[in-house]
């Protein structure tokens, strides 16, 4: 019986709930008019009304509740169908059925500001991915292509639509969709060839994820940066060479003149002397300024091995004897690094606190480090006048200090930064300035 009555669909349901409902009433009436004193005529009327009413009440009562539930099937079939122009007629809202119509009412309204600002964003990115330098490519779990932008086009010198399928391998980004990235490449596409930076995401689209790679040209940011370089250098090369030809040039013209005169006057030796003297001098000065750019620009890989901290500042500051240093002993460390291009770095921060503190009267540096964000860092103090113009700090050659070549910061930073470090200057609060050199820290190692 109860499978019977679920096999029933609902609105066979309503039906027979109804009938069951006013099946006592009408029996009941029946019952009085058929079995009471009336004529044939009463009981055969009396009985038709009674069934038309039960009917009449039936079929009243299931459309009163199978339309309101047709209406909202309608309405939210139109929801699933993307079609938000049905609205349900909402009366006064304090009855059930009201409140069921306002609240897909408002449904409707918050799928349609949702499919609104889904459309716009949709648009806003397919225009920025088409009006972006960046090359754009985006495979699907079987490394075919799903989504292209027009640099990538342009790159590929196809049109999308001859991209849109293939395969990394075919398209040569076998090789972008595995290792590290962000990471530069160099290879050579129909559309464009050098060095691009390579970055890889992971975007879903219906659900399924997706491999995004941005490729993004390299050569032009580079070569406008190899040019700013080279402007550099030989601005630097021409101020330094300029300093000694000129008095070279200066000198030399002189002893012409006086070798020149018919009469030679008696201390023509000492003249010439000094003079040569000068000119050795200025040339032994542009001697030590390239050989200072080449130490500089020949600068090795390092050679990473196990480094104490604390032997190899205990060391450092030792070497110096101007001033004593203190060093204030911090946590065991021990860093992967090259030994002894850390120790020139050092020397020379070291060095620059004791110029600095010298030259203010001071009788105090220190060393001292701590472990800090899996970093160690080392920290050189000093009671100088403090850092003046931090912009060239580390302008290659910039020097403030007589006989100074410039390179001592320049060259710390790069040995720092090759061990994938930082180097850091700032002045104290106490006075004095202070230099921080960071370095990558693995426990593990």
């Not at 806003?124 to 754009?136: F, G, H, Y």
């Not at 091995?305 to 032997?311: F, I, K």
């Not at 850390?342 to 540096?365: F, H, K, M, P, Y």
């Amino acid at each position: 019986m109860i499978n019977w009555w679920k096999r029933r669909t609902h609105e066979q349901r309503v039906v027979m709930l109804t009938i069951m409902a006013g099946l006592p009433g009408v029996a009941a009436s029946l019952a009085f008019v058929w079995l009471g004193a009336f004529p044939p005529g009463v009981q055969w009327t009396v009985s038709i009304v009674l069934v038309a009413l039960w009917s009449g009440v039936t079929v009243a009562l299931r459309e009163q509740i199978v339309r309101p539930l047709g209406t909202l099937a309608n309405m939210l079939a139109a929801l699933r169908e993307g079609d938000f122009s049905i609205r349900a007629r909402v009366t006064d809202g304090s009855d059930a059925l009201s409140l069921a119509y306002l609240e897909v009412n408002q449904l409707e309204e918050v799928l349609r500001n949702q499919r609104l600002g889904a459309v716009e964003a949709t648009e806003t990115l397919r225009k920025v991915l088409e009006e972006i330098d960046v090359a754009v490519f985006a495979f699907g779990p079987n490394e075919t292509l799903r989504i292209v932008n027009r640099a990538a086009e342009k790159l590929m010198g196809q049109p999308g639509e001859r991209l849109i399928g293939k395969t990394a391998t075919e398209l040569r980004l076998d090789d972008a969709l595995e290792g590290l990235a962000p990471r530069t490449l160099e290879v050579s596409f129909p559309g464009g060839s050098g060095r691009w930076e390579l970055r890889r995401s992971v975007v879903r689209q219906k659900g399924y994820p997706l491999q995004l790679i941005a490729l993004s040209d390299l050569s032009r940011a580079l070569r406008e940066e190899e040019r700013q370089a080279w402007k550099r250098i030989i601005r630097v090369l021409s101020h330094e060479i300029n300093n000694s030809l000129a008095p070279i040039k200066s000198i030399s013209g002189s002893l012409e003149s006086l070798l020149g005169r018919s009469q030679l006057p008696d201390d023509i030796g000492e003249d010439v002397e000094r003079g040569l003297a000068v000119i050795s001098s200025r040339a032994e000065a542009l001697g030590r300024f390239m050989a200072s750019y080449a130490k500089l620009a020949r600068l090795p890989q390092p050679d990473l091995g196990p480094v104490v901290v604390s032997t190899l500042v205990h060391r450092v500051a030792d070497l110096e004897t101007r001033l004593p240093i203190t060093v204030i002993d911090g946590d065991p460390v021990t860093v992967q690094a090259d030994a002894d291009q850390l120790e020139q770095a050092l020397i020379n921060l070291v060095r620059n606190a004791v110029d600095a503190t010298l030259e203010a009267g001071g009788e105090e540096v220190s060393l001292r480090w701590t472990r800090k964000d899996g970093s160690v860092h080392v920290f050189v103090e000093d009671r100088g006048p403090g850092l003046s113009d931090t912009g060239n700090l580390f302008v290659p050659f910039y020097t403030t200090k007589r006989g100074g070549s410039g390179i001592g910061l320049v060259l710390s930073r790069q040995i720092v930064e090759g061990h994938g470090g930082s180097l850091e200057l700032e002045n104290r609060e106490a006075g004095g300035a202070r230099a921080r050199m960071i370095l990558p820290f693995d426990p593990v190692a």
